[in-house]
């Protein structure tokens, strides 16, 4: 029998509501299971409340609290009376970096019965994954304001990124490891490094380098300017696509929006060595404009709670979970984003009302 520690972080606007769906989707697989594996959730209740009552994100030995969990589960932060940078620094890149979980990994994937702005022959069968570097690059929090000190209307602000070559290879050769367990085994490394001359240009050397070590996968490697348009134009050329913390950040919303929504799409940040637990999320953010209205689309939550399945080893419940998502858009029980009319616990409810029906397939046959 396994036992899983969970920290739960609901964080602000529709993160706490879709993490409420996750985390049903996790107690029926758990009731299910017979007693093979049970979950314990520990609240954090960080975010931008506790920020107004505390003067910080989360608590001051957050990390300490939650850094012997199995795992932790994130809904999103940012709301709007307190500055998104000050959210974001506070709480998610504070565990992304302080737990080192230098790989975010954000599959695109394209529902049965979801309607996608692609207009693509093979749209139904496209699926690629983006390998986010999720600890320095242009998160790199280094920089300042006001730098010559000449004032008002004059000031000068300076964002420096950072990458290291160690950086750089572990997160490239993560890429092809992934593509090696991928049916066309190809990875796409993305960099402006016809602007950014020192820092990509670096991350490029690396890639061709580490990109020796794999000659069974096959490479290329673009510019963001020419992948934004690719995505949109030859998406069927991508398999796993490997890029700098700010450009994988802006094409996983380019990709999930090609899908159809920010909000069906999930993302596990992991610490590969696993000296540190992973934390999954959905891609999307706290949502204000729709926050509190019951509406927001729990699938993103529910993918990345079948990434946090899968990352404890629970491959089987992770692949139920993915297929009952199927089998509801499928069935057409949609959220408004994707051009339903069904609230956020009707999709969760018929999520779970698959994952009963395909559980009692497996016991029949
Ligand atoms: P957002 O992802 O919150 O929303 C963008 C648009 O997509 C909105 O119109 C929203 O209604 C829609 N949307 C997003 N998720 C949806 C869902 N599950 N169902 C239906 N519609 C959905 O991005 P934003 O508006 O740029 O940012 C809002 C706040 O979230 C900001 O404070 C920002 O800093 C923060 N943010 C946090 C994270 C994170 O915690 N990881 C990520 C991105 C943005
Ligand atoms: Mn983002």
Same mark, same amino acid.
């Given at each position: 029998?396994?036992?899983?520690?969970?920290?739960?972080? /609901?964080?602000? !606007?529709?993160?706490?509501?879709?993490?409420?769906?996750?985390?049903? =989707?996790?107690?029926?697989?758990?009731?299910?299971?017979?007693?093979?594996?049970?979950?314990?959730?520990?609240?954090?209740?960080?975010?931008?409340?506790?920020?107004?009552?505390?003067?910080?994100?989360?608590?001051?030995?957050?990390?300490?609290?939650?850094?012997?969990?199995?795992?932790?589960?994130?809904?999103?932060?940012?709301?709007?009376?307190?500055?998104?940078?000050?959210?974001?620094?506070?709480?998610? *890149?504070?565990?992304?970096?302080?737990?080192?979980?230098?790989?975010?990994?954000?599959?695109?994937?394209?529902?049965?019965?979801?309607?996608?702005?692609?207009?693509?022959?093979?749209?139904?069968?496209?699926?690629?994954?983006?390998?986010?570097?999720?600890?320095?690059?242009?998160? %790199?929090? *280094?920089?300042?304001?006001?730098?010559?000190? +000449? !004032?008002?209307?004059?000031?000068?602000?300076?964002? &420096?990124?950072?990458?290291?070559?160690?950086?750089?290879? +572990?997160? *490239?050769?993560?890429?092809?490891?992934?593509?090696?367990?991928?049916?066309?085994?190809?990875?796409? %490394?993305?960099?402006?490094?016809?602007?950014?001359?020192? !820092?990509?240009?670096?991350?490029?050397?690396?890639?061709?380098?580490?990109?020796?070590?794999?000659?069974?996968?096959?490479?290329?490697?673009?510019? =963001?300017?020419?992948?934004?348009?690719?995505?949109?134009?030859?998406?069927?050329?991508?398999? =796993?696509?490997?890029? %700098?913390?700010?450009?994988?950040?802006?094409?996983?919303?380019?990709?999930?929006?090609?899908?159809? &929504?920010?909000?069906?799409?999930?993302?596990?940040?992991?610490? /590969?060595?696993?000296?540190?637990? %992973?934390?999954?999320?959905?891609?999307?953010?706290?949502?204000?404009? *729709?926050?509190?209205?019951?509406?927001?689309? /729990?699938?993103?939550?529910?993918?990345?709670?079948?990434?946090?399945?899968?990352?404890?080893?629970?491959?089987?419940?992770?692949?139920?979970?993915?297929?009952?998502?199927?089998?509801?858009?499928?069935?057409?029980?949609?959220?408004?984003?994707?051009?339903?009319?069904?609230?956020?616990?009707?999709?969760?409810?018929?999520?779970?009302?698959?994952?009963?029906?395909?559980?009692?397939?497996?016991?029949?046959?």
């Amino acid at each position: 029998k396994q036992h899983f520690r969970l920290a739960v972080i /609901p964080g602000d !606007g529709i993160g706490k509501e879709v993490i409420d769906e996750g985390l049903r =989707v996790i107690n029926h697989l758990e009731k299910s299971s017979n007693g093979k594996f049970s979950f314990e959730t520990d609240y954090f209740p960080w975010g931008c409340e506790y920020y107004l009552e505390n003067g910080k994100m989360m608590a001051e030995d957050g990390l300490e609290q939650i850094k012997n969990h199995d795992a932790i589960y994130f809904g999103a932060v940012g709301f709007p009376n307190v500055p998104d940078h000050v959210s974001l620094w506070g709480l998610r *890149i504070a565990i992304c970096q302080g737990l080192d979980q230098w790989a975010n990994i954000r599959p695109v994937e394209f529902l049965p019965g979801v309607e996608s702005p692609l207009n693509h022959p093979d749209r139904d069968h496209l699926n690629w994954v983006l390998v986010r570097e999720n600890t320095e690059g242009e998160y %790199s929090g *280094i920089g300042g304001r006001n730098f010559t000190g +000449r !004032g008002p209307g004059k000031e000068v602000a300076v964002q &420096s990124s950072i990458f290291t070559e160690e950086g750089c290879e +572990r997160i *490239i050769r993560h890429a092809f490891e992934l593509a090696r367990t991928r049916k066309r085994k190809k990875v796409t %490394s993305v960099t402006k490094s016809n602007a950014q001359q020192y !820092g990509m240009v670096l991350w490029d050397e690396v890639f061709e380098r580490v990109s020796k070590d794999y000659p069974d996968v096959e490479t290329d490697q673009w510019l =963001v300017d020419a992948m934004a348009a690719q995505f949109v134009l030859h998406p069927e050329d991508l398999e =796993v696509v490997v890029a %700098s913390n700010l450009l994988a950040d802006i094409l996983s919303d380019l990709g999930s929006a090609l899908a159809g &929504s920010l909000g069906i799409a999930a993302s596990a940040n992991l610490n /590969p060595d696993r000296k540190y637990p %992973s934390m999954f999320e959905s891609v999307h953010g706290s949502a204000p404009d *729709i926050a509190g209205q019951g509406i927001a689309n /729990p699938i993103g939550a529910i993918g990345s709670a079948a990434l946090m399945l899968e990352n404890l080893g629970l491959q089987n419940e992770a692949e139920l979970i993915n297929k009952a998502i199927r089998e509801t858009t499928k069935e057409g029980l949609l959220t408004a984003d994707i051009g339903g009319k069904n609230s956020t616990k009707e999709v969760t409810d018929g999520i779970i009302s698959h994952l009963s029906k395909i559980h009692d397939k497996i016991k029949i046959t």
